[in-house]
């Protein structure tokens, strides 16, 4: 059996360092996944019938995407290491798989913006809303993340008794405190939009390169099992 060749052994090296850092990256994606999911701040957001399913539809995404992605780079590791074309195999089928799906999704993120925008401000609005009416301390918890995450401050971005103490400290100018937040929620995913996209191209463009890689690094492991 022949052995792989110094270029054939830089593909076999940079395919494991790039397995490696796509099982750190899944590993994240799914620690933030499941602490949206399960942090107390958060937790509220699941729990009512009202809840945005624009939200939680995406946090169990980002738990399931964060999963495959692990179970992607440690067959990319394995396969690269033990110089298996099977395991190189599985990686390519998975990494097509995510590849297939983030252009699916990105296409319905673009088309569905509107959507999304009116999903989530009528989720805090009524999230506001049931606050008012019975003072919950999780609905509390709940919209001063979103206060403070997005620095604004009810529907209306004017101080009120009901919303002072969950809303950013600043100084009050002609009535208002800051922007409201249906305003600030469609400020972000307007102003985030092409970012967002940036961050999915580059990503597209290093699955693309993975792919590639393990392509080649197969196709040299059995060349050399087939020369005795």
Known sequence: MAALTGGEMCVKYVMFAFNFIFWLAGTAVLALGLWLRFDPKTKALFEGGDSPSVFFTGVYILIAAGALMMVVGFLGCCGAIQESPWMLGLF???????????????FWGFSNQSKVVDDITQFYRQTFKNYQDNKQDALKETLRLIHHGLNCCGPTGRPTDSADDICPKKEVLDGFITMSCPDAIDKVFNSKLHI?????VGLGIVMIFGMIFSMLLCCAIRKTREIV
């Open 92 to 106: 390519f089928f998975f990494l097509l798989l995510i590849f297939a799906v983030k252009v699916a999704a990105g």
């Open 196 to 200: 967002i996209g940036g961050v999915g």
